[in-house]
């Protein structure tokens, strides 16, 4: 089976540097995606969480930190408890347009990771990137 790799492309009005802090800070994270427990560090391992009404956190996606070439790159493992701890690999490439910036996705591993369920995965993972993105796009817009 080959790798079916998501790939995502949006232009921002914002300077590379401000859509590097969307993608890297606790609190920036939580504004377009999810909350951070703390800001993403090279080498590290990050967990991303959803906080419910009554303060109560649900771990939301995790992984480690593979790469961090501020503001160009950004490259992480990535899993969702539907992957059963399975891990697949995000990597956001920055770079400057003329008045902003173009942010690229590229989210791979995910038929591996998955096996039978890739299906159903891919189309999940795939809108949820799209629903995330218009997010980072309207705060950046």
């Not at 540097?17 to 560090?41: C, G, N, P, Q, R």
């Not at 790469?67 to 690999?89: C, D, I, Q, W």
Request: net charge negative.
């Amino acid at each position: 089976m080959t790798d079916t790799v998501i790939s995502k492309s949006i232009i921002l009005k914002a300077p590379r540097e401000t859509v590097w802090a969307f993608l890297t800070e606790k609190d920036k994270l939580a504004e377009w995606f999810h909350e951070a427990e703390a800001d993403l560090a090279d080498q590290k391992p990050y967990t991303l969480i959803s906080r419910g009404a009554d303060n109560s956190t649900t771990k939301m996606c995790w992984g480690e930190v593979l790469e961090m070439t501020k503001p160009s790159t950004l490259a992480y493992t990535f899993t969702v408890k539907p992957l059963g701890g399975a891990m697949t690999t995000v990597s956001w490439t920055l770079e400057d347009v003329h008045g902003g910036t173009r942010l690229s996705l590229s989210h791979s591993g995910i038929d591996q990771a998955a096996g039978e369920a890739a299906m159903g995965l891919l189309l999940a993972l795939d809108s949820g990137w799209d629903k995330h993105l218009l997010s980072m796009r309207a705060l950046n817009a």
